[in-house]
């Protein structure tokens, strides 16, 4: 009779799993609260428990580990919920939530991340290409419309326009006194933009 298969996964692999997966982890908020330019790996390997030798060895660079960081950074399905009728409404009401975090509370923030790496002539076109595949893309795949992509590329853009304008810039007319009739303009725009005309066109 053969023997059964081990599937025991060996120590050493699975210590490497979960090395890896700190250094990630301390990666993604160092990113997301500092920025790619303004973080060095040695930080991101302290946090982590580990040698900044070992950070290179599991990714390589410092631009390859943010690279993985921006890889999961952008999830469709962290916004897009429901029927692409109704996603402009209850996208604008996702926007409308609490966006800063408790400083203690140490978590991820997509929207920070993408707006620190903005600047950066590293850090800018890795996150765009990034959001391109991981949002826009998977959002012009739910549009049945003309243009999909185009259409998606627009909602994406008011997506991140609302985030720097209420959460960093703190625009007035944004507050959480007048978001309610902010929710519904942005809801209308974005709505427009998934499954409107085209303007111009009979």
């Given at each position: 009779m053969a023997k059964p298969a081990n599937t025991t996964i060996p120590m050493h692999q699975r210590d490497a799993g979960e090395t890896r997966g700190r250094i990630l982890q301390a990666a993604k908020l160092h990113f997301s609260r500092q920025g790619y330019d303004h973080v060095g790996v040695r930080e991101i390997a302290g946090d982590a428990g580990v040698n900044a030798a070992l950070v290179n060895r599991y990714f390589g660079s410092k631009e390859e580990l943010f690279a993985e960081v921006a890889a999961s950074a952008f999830d469709i399905n962290d916004i897009a919920q429901g029927?692409?009728?109704?996603?402009?409404?209850?996208?604008?009401?996702?926007?409308?939530?609490?966006?800063?975090?408790?400083?203690?509370?140490?978590?991820?923030?997509?929207?920070?991340f993408l707006l620190l790496s903005a600047l950066s002539p590293v850090a800018a076109p890795i996150v765009a290409r990034h959001l391109h595949a991981n949002f826009?893309?998977?959002?012009?795949?739910?549009?049945?419309?003309?243009?999909?992509?185009?259409?998606?590329?627009?909602?994406?853009?008011?997506?991140?326009?609302?985030?720097?304008?209420?959460?960093?810039?703190?625009?007035?007319?944004?507050?959480?006194?007048?978001?309610e009739k902010a929710v519904r303009f942005l809801g209308a725009s974005i709505q427009s933009c998934l499954t409107g005309p085209i303007p111009g066109r009979a």
């Open positions: 029927p692409i009728n109704g996603w402009g409404e209850h996208t604008a009401r996702f926007l409308a939530g609490p966006f800063n975090r408790d400083a203690e509370v140490l978590q991820f923030d997509p929207f920070q826009v893309v998977a959002l012009a795949d739910r549009i049945e419309a003309a243009n999909a992509e185009l259409r998606a590329t627009l909602v994406t853009s008011y997506i991140i326009g609302f985030a720097l304008s209420r959460v960093v810039l703190k625009l007035p007319g944004l507050g959480d006194e007048d978001i």
